[in-house]
């Protein structure tokens, strides 16, 4: 056998055996925690699955959200969205790379970036791309039609 065919062998026996398993299984506590944003045992699960460095990029600004900044917001989330439901739609994994295609649901109990939505609630489409390194989460990019949202609940 050539080095090429035990290469290809052994992808392809990785593969089988569910080596990517672990990632999505990874990529589904970021989602448990955004589901319960307010759960200690949701948190702790997202720390384990996240780099200590991880951050959240989220636009073409250039800056980033650190984990420790990143949890802060969920929890405000929570309290403000305590039905806030973060459903996944379809996952797919290209070699270190997780990209997720999800619904976002909720009723504000509150003003939403300013806007009262007065019992309304939401639905959107949110995409996200997970890079993976050594089993954990190291960034996470995203989109959320928070536009969406906020028309959604302005009643237009």
Known sequence: ?????LTTAAAFASLASGAFANDTTTVQAFYDLLSNPGSQEHIAAFQEATSDGWVSVGDYSGATKSREAFLGQMGGFGQLIPDL?????TMHQDGNFVTV???A?????GPLFGVDGQGRSFDIMTIDIHEIEDGVITQTWH????????????GK
């Open 105 to 109: 649901t909720g009723t504000p109990i």
């Open 85 to 89: 439901d973060w459903d996944i739609q």
């Open 143 to 154: 989109v959320e039609d928070w536009a969406g949202a906020l028309q959604q609940l302005s």
């Open 1 to 5: 056998m050539t080095f090429k065919t």
């Open 101 to 103: 295609r999800s619904r």
